[in-house]
């Protein structure tokens, strides 16, 4: 099998490696500041009951150590923190803006010094091996230039026994229900960009890849090959969205 196929594409635009971790870095600068406001707006809100059903899925317990990763502005770290008093949460991110909109959230809803805020590439984390109880990545995998390493990064930093979640969008499958879906994206979701934001190319990048990521059979292929046991997914809304998880044995 390829390793890391998706490298070479920034949405339907081939580019190199480096072009598209630039490039990518680019259009979360651009989004940061409205990404909550328009995550609300492309999905109706529902990203809201999503994020709610991966944390029940994760069951966090006080006195484990949970790492978020490409969750910059806070919202499934602030999730688990409600379900776990005490528990331990780093946010890591690969974008400084993302954090700085994440770490205003906390202070506005009274939390000090609750998580910690790292910026890093979630190909290289910036941690030692074994050291969490639980890796988390919402919606921030399929932006990864090299989805392969960032599994095997997980799997090193996750303690034996430790548990992988993602929760991404994947494959509709109602084909009535994926047109619809088609037009709402490619038609519906830039002009919002471009109204809220002024930004209609970053939302058309994210629009296209979603349709670049990996199936959800080919996506548990992966996190097996990258060491993870038990894996399995779940379709959330039709298969709209997918919460895939594993075990680090």
């Given amino acids: 099998m390829t390793t890391n196929p998706e490298k070479e594409w920034f949405g339907e635009k081939h580019v190199t490696p480096d072009e598209k971790t630039g490039l990518v870095r680019d259009v979360f600068d651009s989004v940061a500041p409205k990404y909550d406001l328009m995550n609300d707006l492309m999905s109706g809100g529902l990203h809201r009951l999503w994020k709610d059903r991966l944390v029940r899925a994760i069951r966090p317990r006080p006195g484990q150590k949970f790492l978020d990763v490409a969750g910059g502005t806070g919202d499934v770290a602030f999730r688990i923190l ?139 292929r992966r996190m097996q090959d990258a060491g993870f046991a038990g894996v399995k997914y779940s379709a959330l809304t039709a298969g709209v969205v997918a919460i895939h998880s594993g075990v680090k044995p």
């Fill in 82 to 220: 409600k379900k776990a008093p005490g528990a331990e949460v780093t946010v890591c991110d690969i974008n400084p803006h993302m954090l700085e909109v994440g770490r205003d959230r906390a202070t506005d809803r009274g939390w000090l010094n609750e998580f910690e805020w790292v910026t890093g590439n979630a190909e290289s984390l910036p941690f030692p091996d074994n050291s969490f109880d639980v890796y988390t990545i919402a919606f921030g995998l399929r932006n990864v230039t090299h989805i392969d390493n960032a599994l095997k990064e997980a799997a090193r930093v996750l303690k034996p026994g430790g548990r992988f979640f993602c929760m991404e969008f994947s494959r509709v499958e109602s084909a009535l229900l994926s047109k619809a879906y088609d037009t709402w994206s490619f038609h519906v979701i830039p002009r919002i960009g471009k109204s809220i934001t002024g930004d209609a190319e970053s939302y058309q990048y994210l629009v296209e890849s979603i349709r670049k990521f990996p199936s959800p059979r080919k996506l548990v």
